[in-house]
């Protein structure tokens, strides 16, 4: 939900929570799929670099 033209944070609390409460609930991670499976990876690097 964009609520970037609404000026006032509680009135754009409210909508951010009404849409929450409308979109459909996220589906569960099947059994077989491991849990960190979703989180981004980072990329493997030289020795001695910095990872973030």
């Known amino acids: 939900m964009n609520t970037k033209h609404v000026e006032n944070p509680e ?3 409210k909508l951010k929570r009404e849409a ?8 569960k991670r099947a059994a077989g799929v491991a849990r960190g499976s979703t989180k981004r990876k980072v990329q493997k690097m030289v020795k001695g670099q910095r990872k973030r």
Request: glycine letters at 0%.
């Open 20 to 27: 929450r409460k409308k979109a459909p609930p996220k589906a």
């Open 11 to 13: 009135e754009r609390k």
